[in-house]
């Protein structure tokens, strides 16, 4: 997102056209409006005495009013209101005392009506520009004409670049140089800020509590998402198990990372029940992308059988013709794959190998999804099945709880979930 300052002061004088208690509105150096000088709402500031006003001081900073646009996730920008009055005043300079006390009163009173409708417009329901710190106002006389009685505002603009994808973002530079109510009325509400967890595939991962609905047998259908950016090429990518290697028995889904055969980022995902000779073991044909977000779902339909198993990369179903050795392309027959291991996000904690990658979000469900519901979850659209949901975690609102982030449950089947050996730097603004 970028904001130019002229837009910014625009939000002002659109508020002070609103109000008709303010005659005017000024921007530029603090004590323009008594010189004959220009400003960009006043040419040849011929109206710049009409009064009440408010004017926007120039920060300090900025040298001339055509300046460079700041952009970014975070900037804080001073800014200083004054609010003049000369009504009631003498031509000679000098306020009737009598009546000083009320203008004071009166003027702090537009004042601060002026700042609660300046937070609801650059609030979310409008022109989305950040917060303020709360006003602090100072009584003023000016030096430079003592006619006026002036209430200075001064408070702390925290301009924010909400993480959004590039399709939703405003592009603020669009918007008229003077704006007017309708701009503010159309323009789309930003969504707020959204954050990942990022693990360094050292011993960090994500505990699922113990619960019956993960004791699902390999006849029975189910499907994993997950929104992974892997920056470089870790161990592995990305990993959900339970798994239990000593039997061998159990399930896990994964994004192969350096290490891995055949493919360097390819899906892989094995079904093993307690006979180790019978079991599925079944890797994608294309990989992902390092350095970008990617979107990953495994279904398997319960066949038991390679031709039952999907996985499509950004909602683009991928070939699987790669098998790994004498029977592991199943199909499988009796025994069972249910095991009393915990069901970990991130790791293969048996295998001793822990993903390096940042993670937006993690589902499972109890049931096969389809290509067209595949695509409506890369796109960000409604959640299909969502009674079939039984992992769903929320790692956007995930809260750190002193040693540890506590983890959201969206389906409701468990109290939520906890990360293991992570650090509080770990939650990073970026999302898909």
Same mark, same amino acid.
């Given at each position: 997102m970028t904001t130019t300052l002229t837009q910014v002061s625009n939000v002002f004088n659109l508020l002070c056209l609103a109000d008709a208690r303010l005659l005017n509105y000024h921007f530029g150096w603090q004590w323009d409006i008594n010189k004959e000088i /220009?400003?960009?709402?006043?040419?040849?500031?011929? %109206?710049?005495?009409?009064?009440?006003? =408010?004017?926007?001081?120039?920060?300090?900073?900025?040298? #001339?009013?055509?300046?460079?646009?700041? /952009?970014?996730?975070?900037?804080?920008?001073?800014? +200083?209101?004054?609010?003049? /009055? @000369?009504?009631? $005043?003498?031509?000679?300079?000098? #306020?009737?005392?009598?009546?000083?006390?009320?203008?004071?009163?009166?003027?702090? %009173?537009?004042? @601060?009506?002026?700042?609660?409708?300046?937070?609801?417009?650059?609030?979310?329901?409008?022109?989305?520009?950040?917060f303020i710190s709360n006003p602090r106002y100072t009584q003023r006389s000016n030096l430079h004409n003592d006619r006026l009685?002036?209430?200075?505002?001064e408070f702390t603009l925290t301009h924010i670049a909400p993480c959004t994808n590039i399709l939703n973002k405003i592009n603020l530079n669009l918007l008229p140089d003077i704006l007017q109510l309708q701009d503010l009325e159309r323009i789309t509400e930003p969504p707020p800020p959204c954050f990942s967890l990022a693990s360094d595939g050292v011993n960090e991962d994500i505990l699922v509590p113990? *619960?019956?609905?993960?004791?699902?047998?390999?006849?029975?259908?189910?499907?994993?998402? #997950?929104?992974?950016?892997?920056?470089?090429?870790?161990?592995?990518?990305? #990993?959900l198990s339970k798994f239990d290697l000593a039997i061998p028995k159990g399930w896990f889904v994964m994004v192969l990372g350096s290490s891995g055969s055949p493919l360097s980022g390819a899906l892989r995902m094995q079904l093993r029940n307690q006979f180790p000779g019978v079991y599925i073991d079944c890797y994608s044909n294309q990989s992902i992308i390092f350095g970008q977000w990617n979107h990953v779902v495994f279904t398997s339909n319960g066949s038991g059988t390679i031709g039952g198993i999907d996985f499509y990369i950004d909602a683009v179903a991928t070939t699987k013709p790669h098998v790994t050795g004498p029977g592991t392309a199943g199909? +499988?027959?009796?025994? %069972?794959?249910?095991?009393?291991?915990?069901?970990t996000i991130n790791s293969l904690p048996d295998?001793? &190998? $822990?993903?390096?990658?940042?993670?937006?979000?993690?589902?499972?469900? *109890?049931?096969?999804?389809?290509?067209?519901?595949?695509?409506?979850?890369?796109?960000? +659209?409604? =959640?299909?099945?969502?009674? &079939? +949901?039984?992992?769903?975690?929320?790692?956007?609102?995930?809260?750190?709880?002193?040693?540890?982030?506590?983890?959201?449950?969206?389906?409701? =089947?468990?109290?939520?979930?906890t990360t293991r050996n992570a650090e509080e730097e770990d939650k990073v603004e970026d999302c898909p």
């Open positions: /220009d400003n960009n709402f006043d040419p040849g500031n011929k %109206t710049g005495r009409l009064f009440p006003a =408010v004017q926007m001081d120039v920060p300090d900073y900025f040298q #001339a009013l055509e300046q460079p646009s700041y /952009d970014g996730t975070k900037e804080e920008i001073k800014v +200083l209101l004054y609010f003049y /009055d @000369e009504q009631d $005043y003498n031509n000679d300079s000098s #306020a009737k005392t009598i009546n000083l006390i009320e203008q004071w009163t009166n003027l702090k %009173t537009i004042a @601060e009506d002026f700042m609660a409708n300046y937070l609801e417009a650059i609030g979310p329901k409008k022109y989305n520009v950040g009685i002036v209430w200075e505002v113990p *619960n019956a609905a993960f004791n699902f047998e390999w006849t029975q259908p189910f499907s994993i998402e #997950a929104w992974i950016y892997p920056s470089t090429n870790g161990a592995i990518n990305f #990993a199909p +499988l027959v009796g025994g %069972t794959i249910i095991n009393t291991e915990d069901v295998t001793g &190998n $822990y993903s390096e990658n940042n993670l937006f979000l993690t589902r499972m469900w *109890n049931t096969q999804l389809n290509a067209g519901e595949v695509l409506s979850l890369y796109n960000g +659209l409604t =959640v299909p099945k969502s009674a &079939n +949901l039984i992992i769903n975690a929320d790692l956007d609102s995930s809260v750190w709880n002193g040693s540890e982030f506590d983890i959201p449950d969206l389906t409701g =089947v468990t109290t939520g979930y």
